[in-house]
């Protein structure tokens, strides 16, 4: 016999697989995770040229680019 659980959150898989060792049903349990993240597509309506050009009035090397990231302090 086949039986298929789909559980949507990652701690509701944990609170079955808990209650199947209780429950002395683990052993004969095979559990294979099929788990795949939500993933939410970016807005294809934004116009990314906006950004280009926003350094043309203050320009800026790779080195101070580097230089000012080490300076950051927490």
Same mark, same amino acid.
């Given at each position: 016999m086949k039986l298929t659980i789909e559980i949507e959150e990652?701690?509701?898989l944990?609170? &079955?697989?808990t209650w199947l060792h209780?429950?002395?049903l683990l052993s004969?349990?095979?559990?294979?995770?099929t788990y795949q993240p939500s993933i939410t597509?970016?807005?294809k309506t934004l116009d990314p040229?906006? &950004?280009l050009?926003?350094?043309k009035d203050n320009p800026r090397t790779l080195e101070e680019i580097h230089q000012a990231a080490?300076?950051?302090?927490?």
């Open positions: 990652p701690e509701e944990e609170k &079955l697989i209780e429950n002395n004969q349990v095979s559990v294979k995770s597509r970016g807005d040229n906006g &950004l050009g926003i350094w080490w300076e950051r302090t927490p």
